[in-house]
């Protein structure tokens, strides 16, 4: 079993920066790929981004290409999601999620764990 918990959400104005964070405790974090995942109301959960367990593969969403990154530090069980220039759209829960060591994959159900989800609301 892996728990997850997510934080550093918020209300942020377009255009401006949030970093989350992910939190991860129970079995040995580097076992697993990570992923961010989003739903805004109303919608079905979308990837945003996916890392690999030792961080050499990281694969974005194209609407997020260029303006997330996403990083993790294994030593403290932890992975990121660092958001810039953020849009309207970008307004959803996130959640974070652990999946096979093996598989960098943009599909939810590849993912065996996920954390509660924290609100990124932007205004514009």
């Known amino acids: 079993q892996v728990q997850l918990v997510e934080s550093g959400g918020g209300l942020v104005q377009v255009g401006g920066s949030l970093r989350l964070s992910c939190a991860a405790s129970g079995r040995t974090f580097s076992n697993y790929a990570m992923g961010w995942f989003r739903q805004a109301p109303g919608k079905q959960r979308e990837f945003v981004a996916a890392?690999?367990?030792?961080?050499?593969?990281?694969v974005y969403a194209d609407s997020v290409k260029g303006r997330f990154t996403m990083s993790r530090d294994n030593a403290e069980n932890t992975v990121y999601l660092q958001m810039n220039s953020l849009k309207p759209e970008g307004t959803a829960v996130y959640y974070c999620?652990?999946?096979?060591?093996?598989?960098?994959?943009?599909?939810?159900?590849?993912?065996?764990?996920w954390g509660q989800g924290t609100q990124v609301t932007v205004s514009s």
């Open positions: 890392i690999s367990w030792s961080a050499d593969n990281e």
């Open positions: 999620a652990a999946g096979s060591r093996g598989i960098v994959t943009t599909l939810p159900v590849l993912y065996g764990y």
